[in-house]
């Protein structure tokens, strides 16, 4: 508690300050363009790592081994997309959100509205993932076993979030971000070193006695080849389909994601975009590695049946071996040590992450629907912070709502359905619009509504909301009990519904005659050298 506590107040005191310096609205939806290359690549990092990360990833490879393994290296290579396709030309292209981008040379009022409604999913759906991830760690934490008390958990861990927003903006945010990554990454490194220490710093002893603890009773080898989660013999086909779908999701949502795309916004110049991109990838990609000890770690030391015990969705599998590797080494009382700095470190992960997915949604809602679509652009700066600081409360407000019927899903998997949300809408229409000169309006918002609505149909008709009732013994993982109304077979849905976002942008935008040469050659020039970005939304 001491230790939740005086991370809790130090966040505070850095959002109180921030709140001082938030004057206008750069100051409180890009930080007033102050931070440097190293600086936002630890936020962006911060941001990135999220629940999902720690908490989940372990959790679902210490349970379902390599199937679980392929979630770190889906989250990881996203990067090389978002680096190569988007982060330069969106920071040279845009001023604050995703959607100045596509406004810039298209009917601003209708794709406005679009990618504003966009945003807000996107977001609400990766929220669930940390509200869940807070009520099971602070559950563990406190000794908190009843379903009330993780309730109230997500009330308070989602009125903090509204704090980190409301008062300090994108600053304040991004601060927390940077103290949050840099204590993510030295509590992973120690638990990492204790484990591997433990096992002769011998990865295949570690991978020996993770199968043999945690894998099949009649065959341990199963747990480090595929077909634990996905591509079961009763999934058959239909579950090494839902294998490929997640890694088409992971790969492709990071480039779509709305508060990972307003970072690039953070920043002076286009370089030190590059820059932040590159220094995020360095730092989320040794996390990655480390996450895998951490999960097979966690099975080895752990054992699977002890952690589903803790929590029915693995997601406090990485606090439990903080426990335990403590205790074998120091005692009883270093275990509990380590445990409290383990579970500070994803509370402060949660609280960054969540304050960052507000920020972009409560952004988007404040800059691209108040300002530009109800106000039409007649909005003055104060009138903008202030429904942005408004909408924050009703975003959080429905995020803590969804959060408290989402328990007991893994994450991790949360995670990957926004992702898919976001491949499949918010992908495609960036891309036409940086790269197609036909591409317009009519395509933009057909691209938006088309994958959005798809992936979100085809999501409440999965597995994910309703299932049958499972074998006696196993966890109820289906958001809907007692109920089956299913027909999509799949739990990820974006090998359907991204090619169908980029099918109705290009069907969208055929239909149309809406044309503007002028406007494409001035958004190349502006996304591949910088001139004029400044201006990029005035017109």
Known sequence: MILFLTFVAGTLAITFWASRQTKTAADFYAGGRSFSGVQNGLAIGGDYMSAASFLGIAGIIAVSGYDGFLYSIGFLVAWLVALLLVAELMRNSGKFTMADVLAFRMSPRPV???????????????????????????????????????????????????????????????WVQIVKAVLLMTGAALVTLLVLGKFGFNLSSLLGQAATTSGPKANPGNFLIPGLKYGTDAQGLAGKIDLISLGLA?????????????????VPTAKDARKSVLWGIGIIGVFYLLTLVLGFGAAALVGKTDILKADKAANTAAPLLAQK??????????????????????????????????????????????????????????????????????????????????????????????????????????????????????????????????????????PVVSAPPPPAGTAVTALIHGVDFHWFPLSNPGIVSIPLGFLFGWLGTVLSKEFNAAKYAEIEVRSLTGVGAEKATEH
């Open 325 to 462: 590797i403590g205790a074998d080494i120091f005692g009883d009382v270093g275990g509990t040590i380590l445990l409290a700095l383990i579970g500070a470190v994803a509370f402060a992960t949660i609280l960054a992450v969540v304050a960052g997915l507000t920020l972009a949604s409560s952004s988007s809602f404040a800059h691209d629907l108040y300002a530009h679509v109800f106000k039409r652009g007649n909005a003055s700066e104060r009138q903008e912070v202030v429904v942005a600081r408004v909408s924050a409360l009703v975003i959080g407000a429905i995020a803590i709502g969804l959060g408290i019927l989402a328990q007991g899903q893994n994450v991790a998997f949360l995670v990957a359905l926004a992702f898919a949300i976001a491949a499949s809408g918010n992908l495609p229409a960036i891309l036409y619009s940086l790269f197609w000169k036909r591409f317009n309006t009519a395509g933009a918002v057909a691209a938006i509504y088309g994958g959005l609505g798809s992936a979100l149909i085809l999501v409440i008709f999965s």
């Open 250 to 266: 992971l790969v492709l949502g990071t480039a779509g994601l709305p508060h990972i795309l307003i970072r690039f916004y953070t």
């Open 112 to 174: 406005r509205t679009a990618a504003g409604v966009s945003t807000i999913v996107v977001s609400i759906f990766y929220l669930l993932a940390q509200m869940v991830g807070a009520g099971a760690l602070v559950g563990l934490l406190l000794g908190i076993t009843s379903e009330a008390g993780k309730v109230w958990t997500i009330i308070g861990v989602g009125a903090l979030m509204i704090v980190y927003v409301v008062f300090g903006g994108m600053k304040g945010t991004t």
